[in-house]
């Protein structure tokens, strides 16, 4: 399988001004919609200022300044959080983390089924969010998600898919069932991947529509549903924004020594 990791989705969000204002993934007030206009004097001035003062303060002076900010941001940003644990279990698989990368992993019979992917660059900042216009506060929500790898192993065999979350944007099918997810490579393998495996491209002008159809069916019959793949992005949005708040905190533990 073509691993994600060496080609992870180029979706990097700006998360320089306040209070998660700009930061994807994040649920935002009308108060930081607010902050976020162009037409707001505060945010303006605040930022010329912070831009003249990183121009000419000293370092010191700018490093305090950083520290300080840094202060207010991890506040804001662990107020906002939703997900204050990452689940250790989600129907049945086992989640594993090691920095930016999730593993899952779950036995069925003499099956074994390991799903892959990578939070870093997984929040699209160019989607347009939902805005719900009922809601006192309307909230905004970008969600993490990140292309996975699916696997299914038998033995010393391997049936792989890398599939990747279809944009809100698109239209729907003809039977009105929207998929949350498409399959964007398959291959089987022996052993260890390897560089030289030949992966089977699913865009519709290579991949006959029925086949298609046929391993969707069959993805969902072992489980990986848009239900499953809806928590796969929640699991996901959950774990990058507590990622994003512990690297402000690393940050802010270098300027403070």
């Given at each position: 399988?073509?691993?994600?990791?060496?080609?992870?989705?180029?979706?990097?969000?700006?998360?320089?001004?306040?209070?998660?204002?700009?930061h994807?993934?994040?649920?935002?007030?009308?108060?930081?919609?607010?902050?976020?206009?162009?037409?707001?004097?505060?945010?303006?001035?605040?930022?010329?200022?912070?831009?003249?003062?990183?121009g000419?303060?000293?370092?010191?002076?700018?490093?305090?300044?950083?520290?300080?900010?840094?202060?207010?941001?991890?506040?804001?940003?662990?107020?906002?959080?939703?997900s204050?644990?990452?689940?250790?279990?989600?129907?049945?698989?086992?989640?594993?983390?090691?920095?930016?990368?999730?593993?899952?992993?779950?036995?069925?019979?003499?099956?074994?089924?390991?799903?892959?992917?990578?939070v870093?660059?997984?929040?699209?900042?160019?989607?347009?969010?939902?805005?719900?216009?009922?809601?006192?506060?309307?909230?905004?929500?970008?969600?993490?998600?990140?292309?996975?790898?699916?696997?299914?192993?038998?033995?010393?065999?391997?049936?792989?898919?890398?599939?990747?979350?279809?944009?809100?944007?698109?239209?729907?099918?003809?039977?009105?069932?929207?998929?949350?997810?498409?399959?964007?490579?398959?291959?089987?393998?022996?052993?260890?991947?390897?560089?030289?495996?030949?992966?089977?491209?699913?865009?519709?002008?290579?991949?006959?529509?029925?086949?298609?159809?046929?391993?969707?069916?069959?993805?969902?019959?072992?489980?990986?549903?848009?239900?499953?793949?809806?928590?796969?992005?929640?699991?996901?949005?959950?774990?990058?924004?507590?990622?994003?708040?512990?690297?402000?905190?690393?940050?802010?533990?270098?300027t403070?020594?």
């Amino acid at each position: 399988m073509n691993k994600l990791f060496k080609s992870a989705l180029g979706l990097a969000s700006l998360r320089n001004i306040s209070s998660s204002a700009l930061h994807p993934a994040r649920t935002v007030s009308t108060r930081s919609l607010l902050q976020m206009s162009v037409a707001s004097n505060k945010i303006n001035s605040n930022w010329c200022q912070c831009r003249f003062a990183h121009g000419k303060g000293k370092p010191a002076v700018a490093e305090k300044e950083l520290f300080e900010f840094l202060s207010e941001e991890i506040q804001a940003e662990k107020k906002i959080q939703k997900s204050k644990s990452i689940p250790s279990e989600i129907d049945g698989f086992q989640v594993k983390l090691d920095g930016p990368e999730v593993s899952l992993e779950k036995t069925v019979g003499s099956e074994k089924i390991e799903i892959h992917f990578n939070v870093n660059h997984s929040v699209d900042a160019d989607a347009e969010p939902q805005i719900d216009p009922n809601m006192d506060e309307p909230e905004i929500e970008m969600k993490s998600k990140p292309s996975f790898e699916v696997n299914f192993i038998k033995g010393n065999k391997t049936l792989g898919f890398t599939c990747s979350f279809i944009p809100p944007e698109s239209e729907p099918s003809e039977d009105g069932y929207n998929d949350l997810f498409s399959i964007d490579e398959v291959d089987t393998y022996e052993g260890e991947w390897k560089d030289n495996h030949y992966c089977m491209p699913s865009v519709e002008e290579v991949l006959d529509g029925p086949l298609y159809d046929l391993l969707m069916n069959y993805l969902e019959e072992k489980g990986i549903s848009n239900e499953f793949v809806d928590k796969l992005s929640n699991l996901s949005t959950g774990y990058e924004h507590a990622s994003y708040i512990n690297l402000l905190s690393e940050i802010q533990k270098f300027t403070s020594q």
